[in-house]
Every structure is written in structure tokens, then in C-alpha cells.
């Protein structure tokens, strides 16, 4: 396989897009709930040619984020396009001007852990992301962060 991500187009989804994102995460087993929130960031990204990958979202909390809902559609799974999507919003929230960013991943801890993100414990994540519905639903035992430089 390519070492290289594969290039993505980032395309940022109005808030009457947000039924495809929502049932993309339900069918993947991630909340799909608070999707519709107009403080919630998400982008669909595709492929130049272009076809659709997946989806991410952001929520910005000062100069804090918060990585969710990052998901591939199936046929294109195991394929990087979810590394791409990943420092594709890695980009954004800088951005946005954020200095890390924090996610509670249902799964694939190691595949972030690769991308550079690291565990850490619940009381060293800023209050602001701790408020946050997902840090509340899915609590903090897997907790990871990242520092954007």
C-alpha cells in the first residue's frame, strides 16, 4: 500500500446535509444524536474524481477541539482514506485556531495512536471539552489528545 494518504476533498456540509451523516454514523454504531446542532463542523469528504469517502466533524471549544464522528463508508474501508480525513480536520482546527485536539474513540485506538495521538487522563482535558455530550455519553477511559503545532 501507498505510505501516502490518498487526496481528499473537504467539503464543509450545511446543516439541512446532516440526515447522510447521521445515518453513516448510526449504521457505523457512533452517536449520530447531536449531529444537527449548529455548533457542530462537518465536512463530507471525497475523492478528486469525486467520490464520496466519509465524513468528520469538529467541535471548537476556544483554542481546544474535539474530533468526532470520523467515519469511511464500508466499500472504501482499510484503504487510508480515514488517516486522510483525519489530518484533513487535524487542518481545520488549526485553522480555527486550535493547539490540540481531543477525541473519545469508540474504536480503533491504535489506528490514532499511530496518527500520533496519545491517552491521557480525564483531568488534564480542558473543562469546556469535558462538557461536551460525547465526553458526558461516552465517558473518558479512552480519552486521547494531540497537539496541533
Not at 500500500?1 to 501516502?4: A, E, F, H, I, L
Given at each position: 500500500?501507498?505510505?501516502?494518504p490518498p487526496r481528499?476533498?473537504?467539503i464543509p456540509l450545511a446543516a439541512w446535509e446532516r440526515d447522510g451523516v447521521m445515518a453513516a454514523l448510526r449504521k457505523a454504531n457512533l452517536p449520530a444524536d447531536d449531529v444537527a446542532l449548529p455548533d457542530r463542523h462537518f465536512w463530507r469528504f471525497e475523492t478528486l474524481d469525486p467520490t464520496p469517502v466519509?465524513?468528520?466533524g469538529l467541535e471548537i471549544h476556544?483554542?481546544?477541539a474535539l474530533?468526532?464522528?470520523v467515519v469511511t463508508l464500508p466499500p472504501l474501508r482499510r484503504r487510508g482514506f480515514g488517516k486522510a480525513m483525519v489530518a484533513a480536520l487535524e487542518d481545520e482546527a488549526r485553522i480555527a485556531g486550535c493547539r490540540a485536539i481531543f477525541l473519545v474513540p469508540a474504536s480503533f485506538a491504535a489506528?490514532?495512536?499511530?496518527?500520533?495521538y496519545t491517552v491521557c487522563a480525564p483531568e488534564?482535558?480542558?473543562q469546556a471539552i469535558r462538557d461536551t455530550s460525547e465526553f458526558a455519553t461516552r465517558g473518558a477511559a479512552n480519552l486521547m489528545t494531540k497537539p496541533l503545532p
Open positions: 500500500m501507498d505510505p501516502r481528499l476533498t473537504a466519509g465524513f468528520g476556544g483554542h481546544d474530533l468526532r464522528s489506528v490514532f495512536e499511530r496518527l500520533g488534564t482535558v480542558p
